[in-house]
T-cell receptor
Framework: AQKITQTQPGMFVQEKEAVTLDCTYDTSDPSYGLFWYKQPSSGEMIFLIYQGSYDQQNATEGRYSLNFQKARKSANLVISASQLGDSAMYFCAMREYYGGSQGNLIFGKGTKLSVKP | GAGVSQSPSNKVTEKGKDVELRCDPISGHTALYWYRQSLGQGLEFLIYFQGNSAPDKSGLPSDRFSAERTGGSVSTLTIQRTQQEDSAVYLC?????????????FGEGSRLTVL
C-alpha cells in the first residue's frame, strides 16, 4: 500500500495567487515526520518544510506553510503569492521513527506545479 | 565542497555491463540513502544506511543491485548486468544522526543511460 499519496499530477496557478498541493499519508506509527521538497527542472532536490507528528502548530517557512490535519492524515503544502520560479515538481515525503530510530524517507509521486504569468 | 558529492555525473554503458556509482556524504552525517528517479517520475527508494546498523535493502529491485558503505562514509551502488530499464538518475542523500528532523541533503545525481 502506498504510504504517501499525491493525487494531483499537475497543477496550474496564476502568478501572485496562492496554491495548495495535496498530500495524504498512511502510518500506524505515532511518531513520524512529514517533509516537502521542490525539484526544479535543473534536477536538484530542495528541502522546503518539515512537520513533526507531535507539533501542535502548522509549520511555516516564508511563503510556504503546511496545513497539517492529523486526524485526516493530510499534510498539504500551501504556497502563497506564487512566483514564476515556483514552477517545479513538488514531492511530499514521510519518515517514521521506530522506537526513536529514524526509518527511511518515503516519497510520493509528486505534483508538477506550473505558474502562469 | 561541503555538500553530498556523487560521481560520475553521467554514465553511458552497454546492456550487460556492470556499473558503479559513488556517493560521498556530508561529513558527520550518519545516514545515507540511495534513490532512483526515472524520467518524469518520483523518487524510488533503494537502500538506506544508518550508522553501524544493518542497512535497509528493502527497495533494491533485484539481486543485480547492491550497495556498500565503507567506514561509515563513502558508499558505492553497484548494478550488475545492466538492463535498459535501469536507465535513470540515481540520487544519493545523507542526513545527520537521530534527534534531528531528518532532513535529507541530496547530491546532484548520477544519470545512467543503458544502451
Amino acid at each position: 500500500a502506498q504510504k504517501i499519496t499525491q493525487t494531483q499530477p499537475g497543477m496550474f496557478v496564476q502568478e501572485k495567487e496562492a496554491v495548495t498541493l495535496d498530500c495524504t499519508y498512511d502510518t500506524s506509527d505515532p511518531s513520524y515526520g512529514l517533509f516537502w521538497y521542490k525539484q526544479p527542472s535543473s534536477g536538484e532536490m530542495i528541502f522546503l518544510i518539515y512537520q513533526g507528528s507531535y507539533d501542535q502548530q502548522n509549520a511555516t517557512e516564508g511563503r510556504y506553510s503546511l496545513n497539517f490535519q492529523k486526524a485526516r492524515k493530510s499534510a498539504n503544502l500551501v504556497i502563497s503569492a506564487s512566483q514564476l520560479g515556483d514552477s517545479a515538481m513538488y514531492f511530499c515525503a514521510m519518515r517514521e521513527y521506530y522506537g526513536g530510530s529514524q526509518g527511511n524517507l518515503i516519497f510520493g509521486k509528486g505534483t508538477k506545479l506550473s505558474v502562469k504569468p | 565542497g561541503a555538500g553530498v558529492s556523487q560521481s560520475p555525473s553521467n554514465k553511458v554503458t552497454e546492456k550487460g555491463k556492470d556499473v558503479e556509482l559513488r556517493c560521498d556524504p556530508i561529513s558527520g552525517h550518519t545516514a545515507l540513502y540511495w534513490y532512483r528517479q526515472s524520467l518524469g517520475q518520483g523518487l524510488e527508494f533503494l537502500i538506506y544506511f544508518q550508522g553501524n546498523s544493518a542497512p535497509d535493502k528493502s527497495g533494491l529491485p533485484s539481486d543485480r543491485f547492491s550497495a556498500e558503505r565503507t567506514g561509515g562514509s563513502v558508499s558505492t551502488l553497484t548494478i550488475q548486468r545492466t538492463q535498459q530499464e535501469d536507465s535513470a538518475v540515481y540520487l544519493c542523500a545523507s542526513s545527520p544522526r537521530r534527534g534531528d528532523t531528518g532532513e535529507l541533503f541530496f547530491g546532484e545525481g548520477s544519470r545512467l543511460t543503458v544502451l
